[in-house]
């Protein structure tokens, strides 16, 4: 079964420093990625998503993430971050072998912005 | 603009006592879910359906029962509160088969309390 892995469950990091979160999903055969932010007492907005084509892939408030099929990772980035940028990010995986847009979500990676 | 509506966004229950969260999408999308949020644990899909009049179970569907009576609805009923039901639930639309590639359109959630 396909399954998504966070290896950071907690991100501190200073204001105007670059960040990355790190995801690795289970299998490369017929997905689409995805990752989103949660705000604080918020739902969860996309953040980017990747479809097929280009690698790199360039979402919302300057981030971008790269797909990379051999090691079956999708990480996030960001070169200079904000206050704003503190939330909980998840990164998830679409499973296109089944009937309905099975969706597995990863464990999350709260990011905390220091001033 | 609504998108997908949560209602109630607060709700505290007594074990045993019995509710409905309410998901209205004005997106006219086929498919729509509602998973659950705790911590460290990402979200994890309660039932989801593929259009009206259908259901179907997802990764923790016990104690829990939904339906799908008009398209643009997805109740999510809890028979008989328990405090392992304490979370915070969000329900998601897609545009299901053909047109969409995975990627959910999230209401604000609806945090339950069972004491």
């Known amino acids: 079964a396909q399954s998504v892995t966070q290896l950071d469950s907690q991100v501190p990091v200073f204001e105007e420093a670059p960040v990355e979160l790190r995801c690795n999903y289970s299998s490369s055969v017929s997905v689409y990625l995805f990752w989103y932010v949660q705000y604080p007492n918020q739902g969860l907005q996309l953040l980017l998503k990747y479809l097929s084509g280009s690698t790199l892939v360039k979402g919302i408030n300057g981030f971008e993430a790269e797909f990379n099929k051999s090691q079956t990772s999708f990480h996030l980035r960001k070169p200079s971050v904000h206050i704003s940028d503190t939330a909980e990010y998840f990164c998830a995986v679409s499973d296109r072998k089944t009937s309905y847009d099975k969706v597995i979500f990863g464990p999350g990676t709260s990011l905390s912005v220091i001033p | 603009n609504a998108g997908v509506t949560q209602t109630p966004k607060f709700r505290v229950l007594k074990t045993g006592q019995s509710m409905t969260l309410l998901c209205a999408q004005d997106?006219?999308?086929?498919?729509m879910y509602w998973y659950r949020q705790d911590p460290g644990m990402g979200l994890r899909l309660i039932h989801y359906?593929?259009?009206?009049?259908?259901?179907a179970k997802g990764e923790v569907p016990d104690g829990y029962n939904v339906s799908r009576l008009k398209k643009q609805n997805f109740l999510l009923g809890l028979e008989s509160a328990a405090p392992s039901q304490t979370s915070v639930y969000f329900c998601?639309?897609?545009?299901?088969?053909?047109?969409?590639?995975?990627?959910?359109?999230f209401g604000e959630g609806s945090r339950l309390t069972v004491l």
């Open positions: 998601a639309s897609s545009p299901g088969a053909g047109g969409g590639t995975g990627e959910l359109f």
């Open positions: 359906s593929v259009g009206e009049g259908t259901t």
């Open positions: 997106m006219n999308h086929e498919y």
